[in-house]
């Protein structure tokens, strides 16, 4: 992720830096939407995840096309 002002401007690490009322902070985080096409995944990985609990058997077979 990254962390900034919106004009560009770097921020100091660990504080010490006032954002006037005029300045907008901007946090960027990652997102979990994943890369290429989800029925592309690995078996093992989907088996896996759904062992793990992380995904139903539901999920698995409407996003995976797992069956």
């Known amino acids: 992720g990254r962390v900034g002002l919106a004009s560009g401007a770097k921020l100091k690490g660990k504080g010490g830096q006032i954002i006037t009322p005029t300045e907008r902070l901007v946090i960027e985080t990652p ?6 096409d989800p029925r592309q ?5 989907v088996a896996r995840d759904l ?11 409407r996003q995976y096309g797992y069956r």
């Open 41 to 45: 995944r690995e078996r093992s990985n």
């Open 51 to 61: 062992d793990a609990g992380l995904v139903s058997r539901e999920a698995a077979a």
């Open 31 to 36: 997102g979990g939407g994943g890369m290429g």
